[in-house]
């Protein structure tokens, strides 16, 4: 068992990460900027360290001392309209987080860094479905990583045992699709763009901590993995499927492009088909709990559910 560092662990993929993570045994330190985070992270089973990735701190040399780093943060992308002034900072902000983190690394014992980016860096991908070997064409967030991702090769080539994983649009009981469960099951309608409905490469939450456990001790350093169900769905059919396992009628009301980019912003109403292939996972010997939404919607849904009752309570 391990001695883990992690930055994000009290994040939306960060915390299931922590979850599993402590019950395979793992010491987990994890990264936190507030006390409530902190809170968060302990009641998981892991010991906080107090400090902010934007910052110069005592922390570097903690992560430094650490078998495994783990690199789950990134300023915030859900919520609210993203509009080009806030993606430009997500931008600079995520380079500056990444060098805090990994400059401290170098030359110290650290036997594997894993380094979570996203398949917004792939962009849009046609049929067949690519692997990780696709000539990026990044879309939505995508553009925003790409000078990130170039930092992280100057990194690898420094010689730091880092191993990326790209997880696709990852679904569970919070972040984006717990916004889009709330709005259906406030009987809101929900905007789609007209004449368009990608395919989204998607994944269970719990599916994604499993699988970057899983690479954790099996992926090969200097290798990159997509994490994504055996078949992406459309997006209008994550709408039913999410509203069938609600039990809510589905509204629906599609936009032109230009009023979307009004409304949500230019970043998020960038559509693109992501046909990506999980088989270099798969070859790793990783099984998916749920690999596909038909699958893992309903079991999302339920927890979903119970969290907002026990809230109500
Ligand atoms: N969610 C998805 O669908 C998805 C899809 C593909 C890829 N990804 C990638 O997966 C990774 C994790 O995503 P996520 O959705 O789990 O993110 P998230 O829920 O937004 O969590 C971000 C984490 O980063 C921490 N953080 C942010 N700024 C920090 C700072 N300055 N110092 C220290 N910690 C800071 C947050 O801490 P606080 O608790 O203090 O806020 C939180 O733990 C990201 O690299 C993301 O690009 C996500």
């Given at each position: ?9 009290s994040g939306f993929i960060g915390s299931e990460f ?218 209008s059919e994550i709408l039913a499927e999410s509203a ?70």
């Amino acid at each position: 068992m391990a001695t883990l560092f992690l930055a994000g662990g009290s994040g939306f993929i960060g915390s299931e990460f922590v979850r599993h993570a402590v019950a395979a045994g793992h010491s987990v330190q994890a990264l936190c900027r507030t006390q409530r985070s902190a809170a968060a992270v302990r009641a998981l089973g892991a010991q906080p360290v107090m400090g902010d990735l934007l910052e110069a701190g005592a922390w570097q040399a903690q992560a430094a001392q650490a078998e495994i780093v783990l690199h789950f943060a990134q300023p915030q992308t859900f919520g609210g309209r993203v509009g080009k002034a806030r993606a430009l900072r997500y931008e600079t902000d995520r380079q500056k987080m990444d060098r805090n983190l990994l400059s401290p690394l170098r030359g110290s014992a650290v036997r594997r860094i894993v380094y979570v980016s996203g398949t917004s860096y792939y962009g849009q991908q046609d049929l067949p479905p690519k692997d990780e070997t696709a000539k990026p064409n990044p879309r939505g967030w995508g553009p925003y990583i790409v000078k990130a991702m170039q930092q992280l090769e100057t990194f690898c080539a420094e010689g730091l045992p880092i191993l990326t994983v790209f997880p696709s649009s990852v679904y569970g009981a919070g972040s984006w699709y717990g916004d889009i469960l709330a709005s259906l099951k406030a009987g809101k309608t929900q905007l789609t763009l007209a004449r368009r409905d990608p395919t989204l490469a998607t994944v269970h939450v719990e599916d994604c901590a499993r699988a970057i456990l899983h690479l954790m001790e099996h992926g090969a350093i200097g290798e990159r993995y997509i994490i994504c169900d055996d078949r992406p769905p459309k997006y209008s059919e994550i709408l039913a499927e999410s509203a069938k396992a609600l039990d809510v009628p589905l509204k629906t009301r599609a936009v032109p492009l230009w009023l979307g980019r009004i409304i949500a912003g230019p970043v998020v109403t960038d559509a693109y088909d992501a046909h990506l292939s999980n088989a270099r996972l798969r070859s790793t010997g990783f099984r998916l709990q749920f690999p596909t939404i038909e699958q893992g919607i309903p079991n999302v849904v339920q927890r979903w559910l119970a969290a907002q009752a026990t809230r109500k309570e």
